[in-house]
Each structure stands twice: as structure tokens, then as C-alpha cells.
């Protein structure tokens, strides 16, 4: 069975359809709708004997990097372009083809934004390299 | 603790022998991470041995046994340590209290020269007696990642010196950090502070001890009212105080009351008054705010420069500030600590809440946004992201 992770981003990637404020101008009826069918798919990716992992990541960012013999670390965070990608968060899932991975990214896709109807954000399908032998 | 067929054997009695044994042992001048292995050792043998054959005394028993595997580990390297097997062939009767065996190995587990993971993960595993399984899931790691952190802290403490009174600062944090890690996993890390506390304030008359039990039982008490049924936090002027714990609380003022009685003040004993003074009040309305302040002012009294040295004193202290004597005032004291904590979600959060309250909800919203941008907690931060969308809503 092959391993995914479906990526959400902050920023980055193709050109979002739907363009939407953040999140804290949303109605709050919208957030909890939203914030609910976030919960539903995890919810729903355990029952399916498919969940492995879900995570959320701060929006902060460090760009580390060794500074040399002796030196200290050189550290960047930001101001970065706004074009450049940030992940926000993952599902890692555990399914039977990549045709599955491609239709519960699209199901996550359908998440309600403002007004309860569909974001249509691009979600990253990646898959995870696996140790077990391939099997072709 | 315990799977299996062995369940009938009281898990809590049970893990309440840990401590009393490994103590015995360390204190006959066993290395603490030897002694620990053969505890563990002796612990697996009781649950393969104890469903059929019962023993009459189980702490003699685990002493026994664990004193068996010590000699044999010792044989093994005899050709090293020419030590006497004898001295490890009968266990001399162990005839010290329970509290000071829990006091002794809590010495041991938070010693200064383990850095406050590893004190957390080896309390919980020494004096909890809970498994390396249920510690590690407590924390979200991996089961051998766990296992190595407990193996390296055991190692650290080879050839110290254990037999000195340790710091009783440094266990009283070691306890408060285990119990703010929460309840999220599948052991109850909050409850296990507070049973750790509680043998604790057996073992020292010491005033910060009882303060620090009470201050978990007074927040603790609080516990079914802080999440509503999706989890979500609710925030305590909104909690439906019927849920509080009444029994918890009024433990908590007990102990709390025999503490403050001493007369010898510190940072748990006013923190748990605080605390306490919320438990209190029938409703959010009904907060006793000026003796709140009263107490806060005493609790920024206890450092020298409190917006370096106890940033979230002082922040607390502009919460009630802004209660009592105006939320303008109370924003006033925050500035203050923007230098030290400005870049803290906390700090917003606080900011929002003091808008809030001056009826500046654009500003709370800003506030509880960049709160959220910051939390670095789920919970947190989706009910922050909600705060400033319903302070936005209804500015609108």
C-alpha cells in the first residue's frame, strides 16, 4: 500500500480559484463549518483504515543553514517573497492506489470557505518513497 | 500499565510499589539505572508469575527478585568490581516511610544535571511507574525514541552522588510541567501530577509543595467545563460552572488554606489563591477582580524585575488590572512587556481580551488574528482565529 502526504499550503502553488480573506475575517459560522469538515475527513480517513498521521504547521519559518568551521549558524526568516511556498499542514494517508490519494485530495479540495460552499484549493498530492521493494 | 491476563492485580497498587522498591534498592548504593533494569526486570516476572501464584507480601517479593537479577548483573562483571555477592543475597529490610522513598526518588529523577525532558520522562517512569509505551505516547514520540531519552537520563545519573537532599524548586517544576502537558494522550498526565503531588506533600512540610498540589486541583477542578463536546475550548467566563469539580475544589482550598497558614509565601501557594478566588465565584459577574489584583500584586512581588523574570505574572496581573481598574489601564501594563513578550501569542491574546472589554472590537480582532498567526497550539489557535472572527462580526 502506498503512503501519500496531501499537502495544504498557506501560499504558493498554481493560482488559487477561489479567492478568499483570511480566515479570521471569515463569518464565524464559516469557521466552524470549515474547522468541522477538517475533523470529518480525519474522522473519516480512520474509519477507512486510512489515516497514518495529520499535522498543522505555524506559519513562522527559519531558513537554517551551517555558517562554516567555527561560525555560527546563518539564519534567515524572512521577509520572504509571497510567492514562495509555505506548507501549512498534511494528512499523511495509507491507500490502495494513487487514484485514491488523487480523489480524497479532491474530496478535501470541496472544504467549505465563506458562505459554505467549496474553497477549490490545490492540494499537493506527494508520495512517500517507500522502503518495501517495488513491486514491478 | 498492565495487559493481559495479570489485570486482576490492582494496577494502581501495584504502581504504587515502584517507587518503594527502587528506592530501597538505590539507597543500599545500587546504581540508580542498574537498579531500575532490575526493577523493570523483576516488574515483567510479577506479571508472568503473580496470576497463579499470588505472593503473600508483593513489595518483598519485587525487592527479591530485583535483588536476584542485581546479582546477577553483578556476577557478571565481577572480574571488574570484585563486590561481594552476599551483600546482594538478602535484602536488608527497608525500613524507611513511603513518602520519603517517593521524596528520595524524585531527588533522583529531577537532578540538575538532567536538562526538563528528561526529568519529566524519568519521573513519570521511576515514580509513576508507568511503561516507556505510555510515556512515549503521553509526548507524541516514538516508543524507542522515548526508551533511548530514559536510557540516556539513567546513564547521566551513574556515579553521582544521589544520596544528598536535592533541589525541591526543580521537582516542584518537573511536577507543574508534567501536569500542563496535559491530558491529550492516552494517559492522563494531569491526573498523574496530581497523585504525584499528592505523595509528595507527604513526604515535606514545605508550603510550596501543598501550594503547588493545590493550584493543579483548583485548575484541574475546572477540567469538564474547558472543552465543549468538539473539543473546542470554552473560556472561563463562558464555562458552565455547574461541570466544576466541587469536590477537587474544595480539596484544593483545604490544602491550599494548611499551605498559606505557614506563612511562607511563594509563587504556587499565590497562584492557587488566585485560582481559587475564580473556583469561587457563582459566575463570571460575581469574580472577586480587586482581591484577583491583590494577589497578582504579590505574586510580581516575589522577583526582583518581574517583566524580565516572570513575564506571565505580570501579563495576568493587567488582565485583573484591566477588570479593576479599567481596560485602558489594564492595555497600559502590557505595553510594558512588549519588548520581552510582544512576540507571544499570549501577548496578543491578552490585548484582544482587554479591547474586548473597552469595547474597541476592530482592535480585538487585530489582536486575537495575530494571537492566532502566533499559537502555536491547535486548540488555541482555532479558538483564536474564532475570537477575532466574532469580535470582527459583531464590529461589522
Known sequence: MPKYLLLKHYRGGPEQIRKVPPMDQW???DIEAHMAFLKHVTELLEENGEYVDAQGLTPARTWVRYGGPGAAPVITDGPLPETSDLVAGWWMIDVESHERAVELAAYVSSEPGPGGTPLYEWIDVREVMSVAPSED | MIDGPVQRWDEGALRALVPRVLAGLVRRGEDFDVAEDALQEALLEALRVWPDNPPRDPRAWLITV?????VDAHRSEVARRRREDTTYAEPRPVATEEGDDTLFLLFCCCHSDLAPTSQ?????????????REIADAFYVPEATMAQ????AKRTLRGRRLDQPGDLAVVLRVLYLIYTAGHAGRVDLAAEAIRLARQLTLATDEPEARGLLALMLLNHARLPARFDPEGRIVTLDRQDRGLWDTRQIAEGVRVLQSALAEERPGRYQVEAAIAALHDDAASAEETDWPQILA??????????????????????RAVAVGHVLGAAAGLRETDRLR???GDRHRWHAVRGHLHELAGDLPAAATAYAEAARLATNVAEHNHLIHQAARARASSA
Open chain 2, 149 to 152: 531519552r530514559i536510557s540516556r
Open chain 1, 27 to 29: 463569518a464565524p459560522e
Open chain 2, 295 to 316: 494577589w497578582y500584586d504579590d505574586l510580581v512581588a516575589l522577583t526582583e524585575d518581574p517583566v524580565r523574570q516572570d513575564p506571565a505574572a505580570v501579563l495576568g
Open chain 2, 120 to 132: 519529566v520522562a524519568l519521573t513519570l517512569r521511576a515514580v509513576g511507574g508507568l511503561t516507556t
Open chain 2, 339 to 341: 519588548e520581552v513578550i
Open chain 2, 66 to 70: 530485583a535483588t536476584r537479577r542485581l
